[in-house]
C-alpha cells in the first residue's frame, strides 16, 4: 500500500495543518504504524493515533483547479497548469516532485496550505 498512499511524515503533516482525516485508509498507531482501511476503526472513539494515508485521488479533489500529474521514467510531478487561473506559484515554484504521485500531491497541498495560498473547507 505504500506505493499508493502517502507517507507517515507527511499524513502527520497534513492532519497537524488542519486536514480532515477522512480517507480510505490510515497510518495506524495501534498496530505499529501499519496501514489499514477505515473499516478497523469504525468502533473506535478515538482516532489520536490514527492519520489519514491518503490516496492520490482523495487529494487531487482537495487540491484548486489547475493542478496536474505527470510522470516522466523516475517521478511524479505535480503543479499548477495555467497561471492565469492559479496565480499564486511563480515559475521556480509551480511544481513538487516524489517517487510515488500520493506523496507528490501531498506536497503541493502542503505547500499551498503553509503559504496560505488555499483555505481548507
Known amino acids: 500500500m505504500e506505493k499508493y498512499t502517502i507517507s507517515l511524515e ?15 485508509f490510515y497510518h495506524s498507531g495501534r498496530y505499529d504504524d501499519a496501514i489499514v482501511m477505515k473499516c478497523y476503526f469504525d468502533n473506535f472513539d478515538n482516532m489520536d493515533k490514527e ?28 503543479f499548477v497548469d495555467s497561471y ?3 496565480p499564486f506559484l511563480d515559475k521556480k515554484n509551480n511544481k513538487v516532485e ?5 506523496n507528490a500531491t501531498a506536497k503541493l497541498l502542503i505547500y499551498l496550505i503553509e503559504n496560505k495560498l488555499m483555505e481548507l473547507k
Do not use: W
Open 98 to 102: 516524489d517517487k510515488t504521485s500520493a
Open 84 to 86: 492565469q487561473t492559479n
Open 10 to 24: 507527511l499524513s502527520k503533516k497534513l492532519k497537524e495543518l488542519g486536514v480532515k482525516q477522512d480517507s480510505e
Open 51 to 78: 492519520y489519514s494515508a491518503f490516496l492520490t485521488g482523495e487529494l487531487f479533489e482537495m487540491l484548486p483547479r489547475g493542478c496536474r500529474l505527470i510522470k516522466d521514467y523516475k517521478h511524479y510531478y505535480v
